[in-house]
């Protein structure tokens, strides 16, 4: 599966922004699906993750209660909507996919997704 994010963008603290991540090529409804972000100088790190179904999901202790991961297998598309934005989210956000046997499994480490999309940017204002 191929993946396309969009969404990022410039936004003020306490602001919102929806991310998208188109995906293309397989059935998408086989793989689950994470969001990652990359801050400049550091490392990847997660942020919130789906299972195929959509019926499980999981998140950063520093997005949870702010972050919403979403998907439409129909759309081939998994969403994240940002609320309350802080300007320590500012990141480039990276949507990724994994296969999984398990319609409940889904992966909070890097190493475990074997695809990624190519990134879009996220700036949050003070």
């Known amino acids: 599966v191929q993946l396309q994010a969009s969404g990022g963008g410039l936004v003020q603290a306490g602001g919102s922004l929806r991310l998208s991540c188109a995906a293309s090529?397989?059935?998408?409804?086989?793989?689950?699906m994470g969001w990652f972000r990359q801050a400049p100088g550091k490392e990847r790190e997660f942020v919130a993750a789906?299972?195929?179904?959509?019926?499980?999901?999981n998140y950063a202790d520093s997005v949870k209660g702010r972050f919403i991961i979403s998907r439409d297998n129909a759309k081939n598309t998994v969403y994240l909507q940002m609320n309350s934005l802080k300007p320590e989210d500012t990141a480039v956000y990276y949507c990724?996919?994994?296969?999984?046997?398990?319609?409940?499994?889904?992966?909070?480490?890097?190493?475990?997704?074997?695809?990624w999309g190519q990134g879009t940017l996220v700036t949050v204002s003070s």
């Open positions: 990724a996919s994994q296969y999984s046997s398990s319609i409940r499994w889904y992966g909070t480490a890097v190493r475990e997704y074997s695809t």
């Open positions: 090529g397989r059935t998408f409804s086989n793989y689950a």
């Open positions: 789906i299972s195929r179904s959509g019926g499980v999901s």
